[in-house]
């Protein structure tokens, strides 16, 4: 038990309803607009979906700290390590660490073979571009994650909206549509925000170790005026869903859990202590997945409805 909670708290296991969500969306998707659901296909989605967020998570660590971005957080006071820390601090071997971290890959990459022998070679296929972007975000020769050009927040929407939404809607029907696309984007962009907030908590050490994201590109001024258009560009896809009849009316009622998060915005300065961002943080986790879950029961109800 002790070395599942170590492997929980290193893969940072609590957030991977981020995955998971988008996957359930896609299915019931299918369910909806289709007719189609395959119980069996749908929990090999989950496992192999979830496997490969897992993996990110744990694949980031592992480069963050031999690029040197996770020892210069943990020594430089006021800053918050977002980190596991079992790398920095000695409690994993970076061997064991990394024997871990491709086993999960494995993991992944077995749901995805069966998946497309079953499915048809694009649920191959987005797997394998899933995992592309979660290895070479933190790692070279490309680390897209480190440019500062926006191409991180492009891999973020992609990894977490629409190739897990789109993916699973085709697993379901052996084809795409056009409306698991725009069903990513509300929670596809509301992820994008969690992780584009996450940099707000450790930015001087990510300038100090070469690691230019926007907000050490732009500063906290420009980055937060970007983070408020996100969190606009998120809900207002929602009531575009809901206009084109991707969601039902009801879906609407998820627009309340912006709530919260405005009003963290509204305590927040120009500039700000790493501290100062923790709420953000937790309110946009919040947003994300109280957002997909509403967006996941209206369709529940839409499709008994039919």
């Given at each position: 038990m002790d070395k599942l909670k170590l492997f929980m708290k290193a893969a940072r296991f609590r957030v991977i309803p981020v995955m998971?969500?988008?996957?359930?969306?896609?299915?019931l998707g299918a369910y909806v607009w289709d007719g189609v659901f395959h119980p069996l296909l749908l929990i090999l989605t989950l496992v192999g979906s979830g496997a490969a967020h897992l993996f990110s998570n744990l694949i980031?660590?592992?480069w963050d700290y031999k690029n040197g971005v996770d020892v210069v957080a943990n020594q430089t006071e006021g800053l918050v390590t977002t980190n596991s820390g079992f790398l920095a601090n000695g409690t994993i071997s970076i061997k064991t660490f990394a024997r871990l971290t491709w086993s999960i890959f494995?993991?992944?990459?077995a749901c995805g073979i069966i998946l497309s022998m079953i499915s048809g070679w694009w649920?191959?296929?987005l797997g394998i571009l899933g995992g592309l972007i979660a290895y070479f975000y933190v790692a070279p020769p490309l680390k897209f994650g480190y440019r500062g050009k926006g191409y991180s927040e492009i891999a973020i929407l992609l990894s977490f909206g629409?190739?897990?939404i789109a993916g699973a809607y085709y697993v379901q029907t052996g084809h795409f549509d056009y409306r698991a696309v725009l069903l990513s984007l509300p929670v596809g962009l509301l992820t994008t925000l969690l992780l584009f907030n996450h940099h707000f908590l450790h930015w001087q050490a990510d300038k100090a170790t070469g690691k230019n994201t926007l907000v050490v590109v732009w500063g906290e001024m420009r980055a937060l005026k970007f983070s408020r258009l996100l969190l606009f560009l998120a809900y207002g896809s929602l009531?575009?869903?809901v206009i084109l009849g991707i969601l039902p009316i009801y879906g609407l009622i998820a627009l309340v859990t912006v709530i919260p998060i405005y009003n963290v915005y509204g305590r927040l300065?120009?500039?700000n202590q790493s501290y100062a961002y923790l709420p953000l943080m937790g309110a946009s986790l919040k947003a994300s997945m109280r957002c997909g879950i509403i967006m996941i029961l209206c369709l529940i109800i839409e499709g008994i409805l039919q």
């Open positions: 998971l969500i988008p996957v359930l969306l896609g299915a980031n660590d592992l494995g993991l992944a990459f649920a191959f296929v629409i190739l897990p009531i575009l869903c300065s120009s500039t």
